[in-house]
């Protein structure tokens, strides 16, 4: 159900109230294409066969712990529409402590005090968000040069996964994902 604000309509946030998704743990993610277009390529024979933008989205996936460290990829796969992904966030004790920004985009000084405001939520360049808006904006700058109407989903889906039983059937579900294509929700 869709909650007003200053007058105006907006989803309630997918994401757990009461979980820090900056904290260390294993995250199953799905990031679709808007209108689940299928930019990155088709399944064949239960193979996906990825387009030029599918490739780059591969070695963009893959390239994430260049860009937040602290981060362990695990399986996934590029589907034609969407990716499938186990993203591990593993700081080191005491990263990510200490003064919180907001990416450099605006200061968190609070103007009638004058005073820093600290951020209860945490830093927002080190948790699951600030990862996957930096790989679906570097994806759709070059995605764009090839297909000008490429477009990601607004949102995304997250799943915190809790135990060993749960990885062994997300990882069973990714590896099965273009065998089972033509059954798939987001076909």
Not at 130 to 148: D, E, N, Y
Request: with cysteine.
């Amino acid at each position: 159900m869709a909650d007003l604000y200053k007058d105006r309509y907006r989803i309630p946030s997918a994401r757990a109230s009461w979980w820090d998704y900056g904290a260390n743990a294993t995250y199953f993610v799905t990031i679709c294409t808007k209108d689940r277009v299928p930019f990155f390529g088709e399944v064949v024979d239960g193979f996906v066969r990825l387009s030029e933008i599918g490739e780059f989205v591969e070695r963009s996936w893959k390239e994430i712990p260049n860009h937040f460290p602290f981060v362990i990829l695990d399986e996934f796969v590029v589907m034609p529409n969407h990716v499938h992904g186990i993203v591990v966030i593993d700081k080191q004790h005491g990263e990510g402590t200490g003064t919180v920004e907001t990416q450099d985009f605006a200061s968190l000084q609070n103007r009638n005090t004058g005073k820093k405001t600290i951020n209860k939520f945490g830093p927002q360049s080190k948790n699951l968000a600030s990862i996957i808006r930096g790989f679906k904006i570097g994806v759709t700058k070059s995605a764009r040069l090839i297909h000008a109407d490429f477009a990601w989903q607004p949102r995304y889906h997250d799943r915190i996964l809790r135990d060993q039983p749960e990885h062994e059937r997300i990882v069973s579900y990714i590896q099965g994902n273009p065998t089972n294509w033509e059954q798939d929700e987001l076909y």
